[in-house]
């Protein structure tokens, strides 16, 4: 046997991988809402809604929902069928509600609509679907 020193083991530091495993999460998932928000596909933290200033069900609807919804409400990129499917069969208080408290990941437009807006927006839903406004 030799008399060299023989080398400490190393200490591991667990510490160290949960630190890294955060920062990398926290740092993708900033980057995901950072894309989102330059892409208009998501609500954005910390930003105001523009306010809209139709008072019609129609411009309401191309401005805000369209691009999400499609413009007949058959779905799009971003959001479900309105006029089809589960989605078609739920009542204008539901609708409303959906619209004022948004419902992920549609952005809720309380404070971007006025509450006429968003009974105007809701009506044309049901208008889409071939369905009375008026009870």
Same mark, same amino acid.
């Given at each position: ?13 667990? @510490?160290? @991988? ?42 309401? @609807? ?74």
């Amino acid at each position: 046997m030799t008399d060299e020193p023989v080398a400490a083991p190393r200490r591991r530091r667990p @510490w160290l @991988w949960v630190l890294s495993f955060v920062v990398i999460s926290v740092a993708g998932l900033g980057t995901l809402i950072g894309v989102g928000c330059a892409l208009r596909a998501n609500a954005c933290p910390f930003t105001d809604r523009s306010v809209e200033t139709a008072s019609d069900g129609p411009t309401i @609807w191309a401005n805000n929902c369209s691009l999400c919804h499609g413009p007949n409400g058959a779905g799009g990129p971003g959001g479900p069928s309105l006029i089809a499917g589960e989605r078609a069969s739920i009542s204008l208080a539901e609708i409303v509600d959906a619209v004022r408290g948004g419902k992920p990941p549609m952005p809720r437009f309380k404070g971007a609509l006025t509450d006429e807006q968003i009974a105007e927006v809701s009506g044309y839903v049901l208008e889409l679907r071939g369905e009375a406004t008026t009870p």
